[in-house]
């Protein structure tokens, strides 16, 4: 009998078929393509839930309006990114996950979400770029015909870290601000009412696609008896992203006229406005102060 | 009561396919309890679009409010005015629930009407109130429940105060408690004079809610527009449009 060494058994198990349970709390264990696409799904959703677990919690970051909020976030991106100091930026990651901390969220859980996977990627891809290939000077470390500076290694680290700084504040901004919240910030700031839409319509559509997916792989998954190949499957999750685009399609049109029967014409109608108050001024001002704080340091200790 | 609805002669077919209707006439009156009953296919979803103005006939004439609409060549504030009146809920509730929360969900269509933001969040309140759904508000669709789905989609278009409530199958993955909800909603919706249509195949609850019946053959025509209980107590009718098999049996006394 002809083997197939690419052969693989799935080995999921589902437990829960309700589309709340798809939405967070399904188990999905198993090594193989069909596991791994429901995985995604999944944890599209899981994320979700995270955010709104720590979004409704009682701390700093989320008792503050997400105006200022946004200006914070964006005034410690900016000034990481235009920021050749190593002082600067260490000490803007060190000052998210002070907030972090005071905004109750899971430190371990925050740094492995923000340091443990893309900074480590960038200081590693931006390697060759900081090798003797493109910067020479003093070799500090030898890697057979390959060396790296010192002014080599600072550049992919200062990359790395204004990727971690950026994804700090990007990370606390979300977890800390329910999805509304944060429309509604924006929608205050005077961000065309019409680009606010476009967010909250994709928002909205990426967690319909990803149930629908998911519903669809679970349907795949538990007609599946017996060895099915890996290229089997990659052919079934294609042709299942074809459904669901047609699906999504048809969901489109229709989201299309129950906007349109409610009244909608072409431009969306603000929502309520919040006034600030006192602790969201205070907030601005010491995030203000921290920032100045780091810039100076930078200037003194380089 | 009077005429809210007529339609005459109307024909209609979505572009590369056979025609749905080819000549249909129907009249509907103020106050009335309506279901459009038939098989999968026959055409209840499209007139019921027909009648909220998402599609126009490609002939006959649809009168509402005894006016002619043809809302493709309405103005603005004309077609805003008809869909005020005539509220629609779909059949999946995920397509019409598109907001953050539900709370903007159910206020997003006075807001469209320019009424002031505190206003309409005083009537958002008022109104998940009297549907006792005040704890969904602050929840984000996706998170809600096929039943809460119903309710918040349901919630979004008596937040316009319609005239015209339809439904296309409205009873559609709901349990028992939430159906209940559904029919206390409705009936109370039809004391206080609203014309409710919605199309169903659910025939066990639908003397609950509506007096009268419009059945829809396989061949896309209306073969019978009767009472309610009448409609249901012809099994033959009902089996010649394949609404229901020969083993189907119901109980004249669910009905008083």
Redesign the interface.
Do not use: T
């Given at each position: 009998m002809k083997t197939d060494k690419t052969d693989r058994t799935e080995k999921t198990e589902i437990n829960g078929t309700g589309r709340r349970n798809a939405g967070g709390t399904n188990r999905i264990v198993g090594r193989g393509f069909l596991a791994r696409t429901l995985m995604r799904f999944s944890e599209l959703f899981e994320n979700e839930l995270y955010n709104n677990r720590y979004a409704s919690m009682d701390g700093l970051w989320q008792a503050v309006d997400a105006r200022m909020k946004v200006i914070v976030s964006l005034m410690f991106i900016v000034a990481a990114n235009s920021s050749r100091s190593l002082a600067v930026l260490i000490g803007t990651g060190i000052t998210a996950a002070v907030f972090a901390g005071t905004s109750r969220l899971n430190l371990r859980d925050y740094l492995r979400r923000v340091w443990k996977y893309l900074p480590v990627l960038v200081f590693v891809f931006s390697l060759p770029g900081a090798s003797s290939w493109l910067i020479k000077g003093t070799p500090l470390l030898t890697i057979g015909p390959v060396y790296f500076t010192e002014a080599g290694l600072l550049t992919a680290l200062r990359a790395a870290l204004r990727t971690g700084d950026s994804l700090s504040f990007a990370f606390l901004l979300l977890a800390s601000t329910r999805w509304a919240d944060l429309m509604a910030g924006l929608s205050r700031m005077h961000i065309p009412d019409g680009f606010i839409a476009i967010l909250n319509m994709a928002y909205r559509y990426i967690f319909l696609m990803a149930s629908a997916g998911t519903e669809m792989m679970q349907a795949r998954y538990l007609r599946t008896v017996g060895k099915i190949s890996s290229a089997e499957n990659r052919k079934y999750v294609g042709g299942a992203f074809g459904q669901l685009f047609v699906k999504v399609r048809r969901i489109s049109e229709e989201v299309y006229q129950a906007m349109v029967l409610r009244g909608y014409q072409g431009t969306f109608a603000g929502a309520e406005r919040r006034r600030l108050r006192m602790l969201d001024y205070l907030f601005l001002i010491v995030g203000a102060v921290i920032l100045m704080i780091l810039i100076i340091g930078g200037y003194i200790f380089g | 009561m009077g005429e809210i609805f007529n339609l005459s002669h109307v024909a209609f077919s979505y572009p590369m396919a056979e025609p749905i209707f080819t000549d249909l006439s129907l009249s509907i009156d103020s106050g009335e309890r309506i279901a459009v009953l038939g098989v999968n296919g026959c055409g209840k979803s499209t007139l019921l679009?027909m009648l909220?103005g998402?599609i126009a006939p490609g002939s006959g004439t649809i009168e509402a409010f005894g006016s002619p609409v043809r809302l493709d060549r309405m103005r603005?504030e004309e077609?805003?005015l008809y869909?005020?009146k005539v509220?629609?809920v779909?059949q999946?509730s995920?397509?019409?629930?598109?907001?953050?929360?539900v709370?903007?969900e159910l206020?997003?269509?006075p807001?469209?009407?320019?009424i002031p933001?505190?206003q309409?969040?005083e009537e958002v309140e008022e109104l998940a109130a009297g549907l006792g759904i005040e704890k969904l508000l602050?929840q984000?669709?996706?998170?809600l429940?096929?039943g809460e789905k119903k309710k918040a989609a349901i919630a979004?278009?008596l937040i316009?105060r319609p005239e015209v409530l339809i439904l296309d199958e409205p009873t559609n993955n709901l349990d028992p408690r939430s159906q209940t909800w559904l029919l206390r909603v409705l009936n109370r919706l039809s004391d206080e004079g609203k014309t409710l249509i919605f199309a169903t195949h659910a025939l066990d609850l639908v003397p609950h809610i509506a007096d009268r019946a419009v059945l829809f053959g396989e061949n896309h025509e209306i073969c019978a527009d009767r009472p309610v209980r009448e409609m249901l107590e012809d099994k033959d009718l009902l089996r010649s449009v394949n609404l229901v098999d020969e083993h189907f049996h119901t109980h004249p006394w669910d009905f008083e």
């Open positions: - | 679009k909220a998402l603005r077609a805003q869909h005020q509220g629609y779909f999946d995920d397509v019409q629930l598109f907001c953050a929360s709370r903007e206020a997003f269509g807001l469209q009407k320019g933001a505190e309409v969040m602050d984000a669709p996706f998170h429940s096929g979004s278009a316009l």
